[in-house]
């Protein structure tokens, strides 16, 4: 049991997990650092009294149920959950098996529900906790070779949205987080990433020359993960999270311009559109 306060962070073998849980231990947080495999947890944070390394399969309920409950067990409690987990199944939709799609949603969206479904009895008991899920600016901006990664985080944002309105009367907060590029592990080969499976000649080209340009792209990232980290802690701490964060000057100029785009859309059809209901 501790008196301090308990953060559960997924993902925590690598990238921005492992910023995370470290800088909630600087904060002063006991933390719950979860992973596939709890070995390279424990290496990548580090043992200490304050922290617990326990084996997390997010896309396995189960899992996550005998994860919250050692938390439990341990601290007698858990403050704030981090759905950090989360991969990349890059691809034109058409080159993105089922098989591949499926399981792009199996991890980034259905495994942070089935955390949060695990934690949320927790956080009732307590009337107080807080939910944060790391989604992407591809969760607010559709974009190209994104297909199934973009369906993953927009599904986040629509239920991190809603999820809101569901446990604020308990004292729960949320707070859904949207990064643009930051230099994490997420476009490592094979391991975060995944190339699409199917070859349709139409394509070839076009995914030759984006596979490369991403390939390109890892290690040379602008953001610095280990600040927002401490940004994510910053705010878990404030007391009134925002109920989105967008992450990063690239994240800002892009759903700024996007929500420009729309407020476009909208005007150049807003007679149309304001003429759909009954007539009197």
């Not at 476009?187 to 490369?212: H, N």
Request: proline share 4%; with cysteine; aromatic share 8%.
């Amino acid at each position: 049991m501790t008196e301090k306060k308990v953060l559960l962070v997924t993902g925590a073998g690598r990238g921005l997990g492992v910023d995370i849980a470290k800088a909630a231990l600087a904060a002063g947080y006991a933390v719950v650092a979860t992973g596939r495999d709890p070995q390279k947890v424990t290496q990548a944070v580090g043992a200490a009294d304050d922290v617990l390394t326990v084996r997390l399969d997010v896309t396995d309920p189960a899992s996550a149920q005998a994860a919250v409950q050692a938390a439990v067990d341990r601290f007698g409690r858990i403050d704030v959950l981090v759905n950090n987990a989360g991969n990349f199944y890059a691809g034109y939709f058409e080159t993105i098996s089922p098989e591949q799609f499926r399981a792009q949603m199996e991890t980034n969206f259905f495994g942070p529900l089935n955390v949060t479904r695990a934690v949320l009895p927790v956080l009732r008991r307590q009337r107080s906790g807080q939910v944060i899920t790391i989604t992407s600016t591809a969760g607010l901006i559709g974009q190209e070779f994104c297909a199934a990664y973009a369906a993953s985080k927009f599904a986040l944002e629509g239920w991190m949205e809603s999820l809101h309105f569901d446990v604020a009367p308990y004292g729960i907060s949320t707070m859904a987080v949207e990064p643009g590029f930051f230099r994490t592990e997420l476009l490592v080969e094979g391991s975060s990433t995944i190339w699409p499976q199917l070859d349709i000649d139409d394509y070839a080209d076009r995914t030759a020359q984006t596979i490369k340009a991403w390939k390109g792209m890892h290690g040379q990232q602008t953001g610095d993960p280990k600040k927002l980290a401490e940004a994510l802690i910053t705010l878990a701490a404030s007391g009134s999270p925002p109920l989105r964060f967008v992450a990063g000057a690239d994240a800002m100029g892009a759903v700024e311009q996007n929500l420009d785009t729309i407020r476009g859309q909208i005007q150049a059809h807003r007679q149309l559109s304001a003429a759909l209901s009954y007539d009197a």
